[in-house]
């Protein structure tokens, strides 16, 4: 499974672009932004099958893309996945030429007005602050080429539970269509050693794990 | 984009289909024409994110945990309901949790699978934030980034990196810069960078 966007402790990167922290660096980033949230919305798409849908950005371009040319990108592909426009709809418009029929709907959709991810569930929390856990090797509902938001840096790690972040929904069954699954969230610290052992560091990285992902080690 | 084949006077020669601006403005186009989208709301929102929402909304918090003792206890326990009492919260701030720098601790926050960050009081995340650098080696190596950002800390302090991999959102409080106990509410706003809530500088400078 290729997993592009899983940057966390990948060797090979050079220095943060410190000087550039402008928020948008021209006028269509600004309407990419909001657009495709419109997109998304539209389309139907809720955060997790939108984070899933950048992350099938085409693996051998996803680190040189701009950042809302992935949005964007996602944007067409949301509306044309959603059943919105049809797969060549935005490349006619942009060349004069006919669309192979879009299926409109009509919608009164807008950005970010969902009922949220976070949920109340009458399970108790598996573990508790202090336990030590195990990070399996992959989320156990794992698709092929799925979302997940087990970072691949903490596989199999061991680390310990700092917090205890309340019960979401579960973004590996959410991204896919098959339900909310909510599951408690544990903020799970780190030694930077348990990671890196060959790195020499002494630091700690704290992150937020869905209790599928953890078991006792 | 030179050609000399006939077209209309008139007629534009047709713009690069891999142009993303030229793709944005055509989604656009057709979101509008087929009644999905109001461009007028497309720019309210940008409004929102670019002008309403920013970095000031988050100093205020801090300043206020500076000079209250009573909210700063209340903002560590429980981050999304103090925030909320100086108006804040909504879209990816469901959930915010406060951090606090000391003399033994230093936070600094990443998202490492895409751009996770506290927009109710930091606004939209500037870009090196989103960087495949950033996200790449701030977890494994804090202090070379900090170095990069030009913060040096001293060797016997803990970083802490917060990776905002789920749907809690991390704000770090930096310490109040020493000698400006004396300063207000209003004053010290002014001393509370972006940056410092994110952890990669220290308050008051820069």
Redesign the interface.
């Known amino acids: 499974m290729t997993r592009t ?24 980033e ?6 495709t ?3 998304q919305a ?1 389309a139907g798409f809720n955060t997790d099958a939108f ?1 899933h849908g ?1 992350e099938r950005e085409d693996p051998e371009r996803y ?1 040189e893309l ?4 992935k949005w ?2 996602n ?2 592909r949301m ?1 044309v996945e959603g059943g ?2 049809a797969s060549d ?3 006619a ?4 030429t006919s669309a192979l029929g ?1 299926a ?4 009164d ?4 007005q969902g009922r ?3 949920r109340v569930v009458s399970a108790t929390p598996k573990f508790a602050v202090g336990d030590a856990v195990q990070v399996r090797s992959e989320s156990p509902a794992a698709l092929e080429g799925g979302h997940t ?3 691949g ?1 903490v596989a199999g790690k061991p680390g310990t539970v700092r ?1 205890i ?2 019960a ?1 929904v579960f ?1 590996d069954t959410h991204a896919h269509g098959q339900g909310e699954s909510p599951a408690w ?1 544990y ?1 799970v ?1 780190f030694l ?1 050693g348990d ?2 052992p060959n ?1 020499n ?10 209790e599928p992902y953890l078991e006792t080690p | 984009m030179s050609h000399d084949h006939d077209h209309d006077h008139h007629h534009h020669h ?2 690069d ?1 891999h142009d ?12 509008v024409e ?4 109001d461009s007028a ?3 309210a ?2 409004e929102k ?2 002008h309403d929402l920013g970095p000031l909304n988050g100093a205020q918090v801090v300043a206020k945990a500076w000079t209250d003792r009573e909210y700063r206890t209340r903002l560590l326990a429980d981050g999304t309901a103090a925030i909320a009492e100086l108006g804040f919260g ?2 990816q701030g ?2 915010m ?1 406060v951090v606090e720098n000391t003399d033994q601790v230093h936070n600094l926050v ?1 998202c ?4 996770c960050y506290p927009w109710p009081v930091l ?6 934030y ?8 701030a ?5 070379v ?1 900090l170095s ?2 030009g913060t040096e800390l001293d060797d016997h302090v ?11 959102r991390y704000l770090v409080l930096p310490q109040q810069p020493p000698g400006t106990e004396d300063l207000n509410e209003t004053d010290l706003v002014d001393l509370v960078s972006r940056d410092s809530m994110i952890g ?1 500088r220290l308050a008051g400078a820069l």
């Open positions: 966007h899983d940057l966390g402790g990948r060797p090979g990167f050079g220095p943060v672009p410190v000087d550039d922290d402008q928020i948008f660096h021209a006028d269509w600004r309407r990419a932004f909001a657009v949230q419109f997109s539209v984070r950048v680190l701009d950042y809302f040319d964007i990108r944007a067409e509306l919105v426009f709809a935005v490349s418009a942009i060349l004069g879009a409109n709907r009509t919608t959709a807008a950005p970010a949220g991810a976070h938001r087990l970072p840096y917090l972040n309340d979401w973004p969230v903020a610290a930077a990671l890196w790195d560091a002494t630091h700690t990285v704290v992150v937020d794990l869905f | 047709h713009p289909p993303p601006a030229v793709r944005v403005e055509a989604i656009e186009s057709l979101l087929a009644g999905l989208v709301r497309v720019d929102l940008i994110y670019e909504g879209a469901e959930r949790v990443v490492t699978l895409c751009s606004g939209l995340p500037p870009s090196w989103k960087s495949p650098e950033y996200r790449a080696r977890v494994r190596e804090p202090n980034v990069e950002f803990e970083v802490r990196v917060w990776d905002s991999s789920a749907e809690v990669v």
